[in-house]
């Protein structure tokens, strides 16, 4: 198992990140009654919570996040709201299988799955290639593999295959190659190691691209080092399940792996029947448990990719429960 993060939360206070499609999110998301409860599922810096804590005076918010340091920065930013806001250090697949609120059910639910500038930033955990980090990627300490673990240990074939699955990387197979042969001079420990490994292992076009070329493979090794994709799938059952009838929840996704599983999930999810398809007779009632509000995913404007770049990707899709069933 690998050495446990040390975080210094020293010069964390100041706010790196700026959440996406904030207006976008409160129109979609505001719950219509007083004294409503909202679950942000991915606290981060807390950008999103204050927004809906301002808008409505009676609402009270549940933040989660597995990273204990962001959501210290979010603790003493949303502290004026006092009792308004309930903090859980928990995953949200964690928060919604074990569910601790009880008969308490929200009226609505958010997702924002993209990394926080925070973590590309200040963490020092080596999720961005533009600093030299150790290879760590761990959003939360006590998971037991990180970045370094995949890099090298894991065998050429089986690395490639991650590097492709959860990169979506044309030149998984390269990548791997290249990363395989540098292992065993030296160990692969920093971000600029293996930034430098991908960069030469990839064509000269691609290699000065508009994207860096170590930024699918950097995508790859955070999702697979966090379980991302399982921990998405798993949750959003979850979530639905402690919604209340009439209640919202929205996604936020960043990349086409995430996107692809929610737009499945509330697609299913609105179907009249939901019984597998080898069966010859619907036993269930025939009756959607969600109504799409997003026929087309939701994106940001020019005006907000002009001033926030990273929000260049993110797509909003939202879902009202109908009733409660079996989800």
Known sequence: ?????????????????????????????????????????????????????????????????ADEAIQRVAKRRLEVFGDRIRFYNIWFNTFFRD????????????????????????????????????????????????????????????????IYEFGEERYSRRISRAIIRARVKEKISTTMQLAGIIRSSVPPDYRYGRLHPGTRTFQALRIAVNGELVRLRTALNGALSVLK???????????????RIVKHFFREKNKACTCPSEWPVCKCDGRPTVRILTRKAVIPSMEEIGDNPPSRSAKFRVVEKLEDKEV
Not at 103 to 128: A, C, N, Q, T, W
Not at 245 to 259: A, N, Q, Y
Request: aromatic residues 8%.
């Open 1 to 65: 198992m690998p050495d446990k993060i040390k975080v210094d939360t020293g010069s964390f206070m100041d706010i790196s990140h700026k959440s996406v499609l904030r207006k976008e999110v409160l129109e979609f998301l505001s719950p219509s009654k007083e004294g409503g409860l909202l679950i942000d599922c991915t606290l981060g810096e807390g950008g999103h919570s204050e927004s809906f804590l301002l808008s409505d005076k009676s609402l009270s918010v549940v933040g989660l996040d």
């Open 245 to 259: 009838p009439g209640g919202r929840m929205g996604v936020i996704s960043f990349h086409s792996l995430e996107d």
């Open 99 to 162: 569910y601790p609120l009880g008969d308490e059910r929200p009226d609505s639910i958010l997702f924002d799955l993209g990394i926080s500038v925070f973590h590309y930033e200040k963490s020092g955990r080596g999720f961005s290639f533009n600093q030299d980090e150790s290879l760590d990627m761990r959003l939360e300490p006590d998971l037991e593999i990180s970045a370094a673990d995949i890099i090298n240990n894991y065998p050429e074939e089986e690395l490639a295959d991650l």
